[in-house]
């Protein structure tokens, strides 16, 4: 509100997590735009305006979560017992590598690895968690500042552990039912419910009489699916439960429906006072 009283702004650009405990680097600017060249590394910038009278407090803004993107093929992860052994074949030869890991950016952690033998152990890792992992290679090593000298190499995602899902999808309707048709329609898993990859889903239906029961297997980014061959004037039962490389987790209540004894043209067709056939 007083913008025209600001003589500029400070940026603090910090990375997180920062085992060497350096300052944040301090930008002094004039204009309202700043470009970073960062790594994929979590970062914390800090935004304060200044004039004559002093500072203003700080705006915090955290870059964005890149958690669900990967570099596949760059790092591999093998767990043996309670550790990690993450490997990498470097694409030349930094002074050394900067490992961070962690199940979220508030828990991340930080290692230096001078050596270049292009791998690392990691321990205490707990099963059913979704631990992120990422290599960067830097030119400077002296617990100095990375943000302006680290590359992003590898980034992964692993369990040490797979489960089974604990729930089922959620929000499971039944729409657009017909005399041999119907359309079923789920919200996917939430993935601190997996407990592991998802691999997919095992939708089963199974019409009042038992007399016939069908289950198919779909792929993890399908959250419907068409049911055909269905017979009319019949009370159907489905359920729908995800699965890991562990196995399937638990499914679904059961939800009915039930297919009409006619179409709509047929039904049209039994009114007199409207009949079009």
């Not at 490997?87 to 050596?115: A, L, Q, S």
């Not at 631990?131 to 995602?157: L, N, P």
């Not at 089963?204 to 038992?210: A, E, I, L, P, Q």
Request: charged residues 20%.
């Amino acid at each position: 509100t007083q913008s025209e009283n600001i003589l500029g702004y400070y940026v603090s650009v910090e990375r997180t997590p920062n085992s060497c405990r350096d300052s944040p680097n301090r930008i002094c600017l004039k204009d309202r735009e700043v470009l970073l060249n960062l790594s994929m590394a979590y970062y914390r910038v800090s935004i304060s305006a200044y004039n004559k009278a002093g500072e203003s407090p700080q705006a915090i803004y955290v870059v964005p979560d890149l958690s669900e993107t990967d570099l596949p093929g760059q790092i591999h992860v093998k767990y043996q017992g309670t550790n990690a052994v993450v490997t990498w074949t470097p694409e030349y030869n930094p002074k050394c590598f900067v490992v961070d890991w962690g199940t979220h950016k508030e828990d991340m952690r930080m290692k230096i690895v001078t050596t270049a033998t292009g791998n690392f152990t990691l321990d205490n890792f707990e099963p059913y968690k979704l631990y992120r992992i990422m290599v960067h290679a830097s030119d400077v090593c002296q617990c100095e500042s990375f943000t302006r000298h680290e590359k992003t190499f590898g980034v992964t995602r692993f369990y040490p552990v797979e489960g089974v899902p604990r729930t089922g999808p959620a929000n499971v309707t039944i729409l657009n039912i017909t005399k041999h048709s119907a359309l079923v329609k789920w919200t996917e898993i939430a993935a601190e419910d997996c407990l592991g990859f998802l691999q997919g889903y095992r939708l089963s239906y199974t019409d009042s009489s038992r007399t016939k029961s069908v289950a198919v297997t779909l792929n993890s980014s399908t959250t419907s699916y068409h049911l055909s061959g269905l017979k009319e004037k019949t009370v159907y039962h489905v359920q729908i439960s995800g699965f890991t490389k562990a196995g399937n987790g638990p499914p679904t209540l059961s939800h009915p429906f039930s297919t009409p004894k006619y179409g709509t043209v047929e039904a049209l067709c039994m009114l007199p006072s409207t009949n079009p056939c």
